[in-house]
């Protein structure tokens, strides 16, 4: 299979670059519908199938694909017959091969665990034709290695048969997504056709897809109409001009931000498709590679001398993030989680022995003032996994150890928000010191709350050594054996959530590795597989005491019944009054249901 991708792949890549678009999506299609067949017989959690293949990867026939299909919709071309099962034109076929790229294994995981929880009925005619169906394909999965020894007329004879019971179940699958969606999202997790993605009244997705030599914006509104938008740039240089735009943010210069390159940014990503927007729509941005690390609220519309007469993007939309439109759709159709707790907050951990607060706490005393440098003292303390980040090894003498000191306001935005919400702050429901490690964590009954807040440090994966992924820093100290005080991604994976919404005011939860396929493999993308409905982020270092004001905003006008996403527009835009930086106001983005 994986030559005859190859060969599909750059044979259609060459009649798209002869301008013979029509042969070019079927020779690229074939070589899709061998990736797809290859990737279900994939064992085990597929999250970097696409990464793998030669020349560019098994991912690179979706993205020529998407390019040839784009083309033809912007030049009115029509949509080849045998891409018909994709969407009714070219613009709604490269929709949906462009989501064929987009958190395939998060939605995967994500309908395996709402399995559990969630049962999905159909009619029983339906049930008798899908059992038998799987059936006669488990039973044929049986007769390969008989063909192979059959010669040519018995392996031909296996894949007609093959192809004509793969055609059945498609067609099955498309009348269990008209009668039963449920069911059909639960046991057939696909990409969707636009038609069939709920997007609601005054809500726009802009789907993104990034090719070697332009990018193309999907925009879908209610109904499953489909336009393309180009983007003239391709992904090297949109990669470029989206670094340059975060570098001052991520290394914390709030003055060093550029109105102009923002503005230009937003020209490019925005500029073809804002006209036909509404200022009371709401925006659903699916990034793709690099743009899942971009807030798209700090592009400028109108640039001005500075921070404060330019018009921004989160001055003027809502916006949410998902990680692809399957997976906003599944997460629509499930049942809205009912937890009854109101609040879980965990911040200022201990996070050494020699903090000030050991002895005093365990004394049962008040936490005294902190002496002089008593701060680095208690710092945690860590070797980096590379020199340039610090030390890395404790008898080197080059460089220092990474230290991660404690953070106090992060007590005052947890008591703020407790205040708000009405929540006495004691454990289990507020773990602030030494309650405020895994052990406790582990033992607080998590799946009972609706917001879950977490105001700590984090960081990327391969920053401390041994830990290989993303991390909440926890407390370090009375953890029992087995806890050792990183909440990672994986230990995230595995928790079961109710919870409408997890806000992660700490540094860098929103980043993650970029892979093929799959977006950004971040917090946001774990909590949601744990159950949670939305995840705020942070996307650089959060400036703590701005935090304090922004979180307690933000809990105030989801108590006035606000939605979260309205929420975080009223937040940011008080904040922008005081701190006009976007370092400060756009740092946190929203994941999920706004």
């Given at each position: ?43 085990g959690e597929r999250g970097g199938f696409f990464q793998a293949g030669i020349y560019g990867g098994f991912v690179r026939p979706y993205r020529e694909l998407v390019v040839v299909l784009a083309e033809m919709a912007l030049k009115g071309e029509p949509l080849p017959g045998g891409l018909r099962e994709y969407g009714p034109d070219a613009a709604a076929a490269a929709f949906y091969m462009a989501e064929s790229t987009k958190a395939r294994a998060l939605l995967e995981s994500l309908a395996r665990t709402a399995r559990r929880q969630t049962r999905g009925e159909i009619a029983e005619e339906l049930r008798r034709r899908e059992e038998s169906l799987l059936n006669r394909l488990a039973a044929l999965e049986g007769r390969w290695e008989r063909a192979w ?446």
């Amino acid at each position: 299979p994986p030559r005859r991708i190859t060969y599909h792949t750059l044979k259609g890549t060459a009649l798209g670059r002869a301008g013979r678009r029509g042969e070019a999506a079927l020779e690229l299609r074939q070589a899709v519908a061998e990736v797809e067949d290859l990737r279900q017989r994939a064992p085990g959690e597929r999250g970097g199938f696409f990464q793998a293949g030669i020349y560019g990867g098994f991912v690179r026939p979706y993205r020529e694909l998407v390019v040839v299909l784009a083309e033809m919709a912007l030049k009115g071309e029509p949509l080849p017959g045998g891409l018909r099962e994709y969407g009714p034109d070219a613009a709604a076929a490269a929709f949906y091969m462009a989501e064929s790229t987009k958190a395939r294994a998060l939605l995967e995981s994500l309908a395996r665990t709402a399995r559990r929880q969630t049962r999905g009925e159909i009619a029983e005619e339906l049930r008798r034709r899908e059992e038998s169906l799987l059936n006669r394909l488990a039973a044929l999965e049986g007769r390969w290695e008989r063909a192979w020894k059959g010669g040519k007329e018995a392996l031909r004879e296996v894949q007609a048969q093959k192809a004509r019971l793969q055609a059945e179940l498609r067609d099955m699958v498309q009348e269990l997504r008209r009668r039963h969606p449920l069911y059909a999202a639960l046991h057939y997790p696909q990409p969707l056709p636009a038609a069939e993605v709920p997007v609601q009244d005054h809500e726009v997705l802009l789907e993104y897809a990034l090719g070697d030599t332009a990018g193309f914006i999907l925009m879908v509104r209610k109904g499953g109409r489909v336009k393309v938008v180009k983007i003239p740039l391709g992904r090297a240089e949109v990669e470029a001009r989206v670094k340059a735009f975060m570098e001052p943010l991520i290394n914390r210069e709030p003055e060093g931000f550029a109105v102009t390159r923002a503005r230009e940014l937003g020209a490019l990503l925005l500029g073809g498709v804002l006209p036909e927007v509404k200022e009371s729509d709401r925006l659903i941005i699916i990034p793709d590679g690099i743009l899942g690390l971009l807030p798209f609220e700090a592009l400028v519309l109108k640039a001005g001398a500075g921070f404060k007469d330019s018009v921004f993007v989160g001055d003027r939309y809502r916006l949410s993030y998902y990680q692809s439109a399957a997976v906003m759709a599944l997460k629509r159709r499930l049942p809205k989680p009912r937890a009854g707790r109101p609040l879980f907050a965990l911040g200022h951990p201990v996070f050494s022995p020699k903090d000030h607060r050991c002895t005093s706490l365990l004394q049962g005393e008040k936490p005294a003032p902190p002496q002089e440098n008593a701060a680095r003292r208690a710092a945690f303390r860590a070797l980096a996994a590379r020199e340039e980040w610090g030390r890395t090894t404790w008898d080197s003498a080059a460089g220092q150890e990474l230290a991660y000191l404690p953070l106090p306001e992060t007590e005052d935005e947890v008591l703020a928000i407790a205040r708000v919400l009405g929540v006495e702050p004691r454990a289990p429901d507020v773990l602030l010191h030494l309650q405020a490690n895994e052990t406790t964590l582990r033992q607080s009954p998590l799946e009972e709350y609706r917001y879950l807040h977490f105001a700590t440090h984090a960081d990327l994966p391969g920053m401390v050594q041994g830990l290989r992924e993303p991390f909440l820093l926890l407390g370090q100290v009375g953890n029992r054996e087995g806890d050792n005080g990183f909440l990672t991604l994986s230990k995230v994976l595995g928790l079961n959530l109710r919870a409408q919404m997890v806000v992660l005011s700490a540094c860098l939860t929103g980043r993650g590795q970029v892979m093929e396929g799959e977006g950004v493999a971040n917090f946001a993308r774990a909590f949601q597989h744990a159950g949670a409905q939305s995840v705020v982020v942070s996307l650089w270092e959060v400036a703590s005491v701005e935090a304090v004001e922004f979180m307690t905003l933000f809990y105030s006008h989801l108590k006035e019944g606000k939605t979260r996403s309205e929420a975080l527009r009223l937040a940011r835009r008080a904040i922008k009054a005081k701190y006009p930086s976007p370092f400060f106001w756009a740092v946190f983005i929203l994941h999920g249901e706004g």
